[in-house]
């Protein structure tokens, strides 16, 4: 039976219509790639609410849970489990993100997202992007 994971995801979008990246830190999976902010829902826990912790955590900002908007998801097959990824877009929070966890920041223009390498599962999401921004 495969084990199926909930990941949240965010791309926060800036005044300048950039979104911003994650580079996953040295010592996890998939370190050196390219993601946008998020992390798994826990037991009982709703996505948004997942965010609103991880945002906190990861990059130490405020987000308002209406400021989330649903955009799309990601439904992944990896070797060992399923990743479905929900993946919100937030234009407004409070504090300036910084990495709070040793991962490096970068705030990229939709079209150019393609330029940095994200795990298999983000990489479907760049065209909902696209069109988003």
Known sequence: ?????????????????????????????????WEFPGGKVEEGERPEETLIRELK????????EACLAPLTFA?????DFHLLMPLYICRRWSGIPQGRENQALK???????????????????????????
């Open 1 to 33: 039976m495969t084990k199926i994971v909930l990941v949240a995801a965010c791309a926060l979008v800036d005044v300048d219509n950039r979104i911003l990246l994650a580079q996953r830190p040295e010592g996890k999976s998939m370190a050196g790639l």
């Open 107 to 133: 705030w990229v223009r939709a079209l150019k997202l393609r330029e940095y390498p994200m795990p298999a599962a983000d990489e479907p999401l760049i065209p909902h992007l696209l069109e988003a921004v």
């Open 57 to 64: 955590e990861e990059l130490g900002i405020e987000v308002n």
């Open 75 to 79: 439904s992944h097959s990896y070797e």
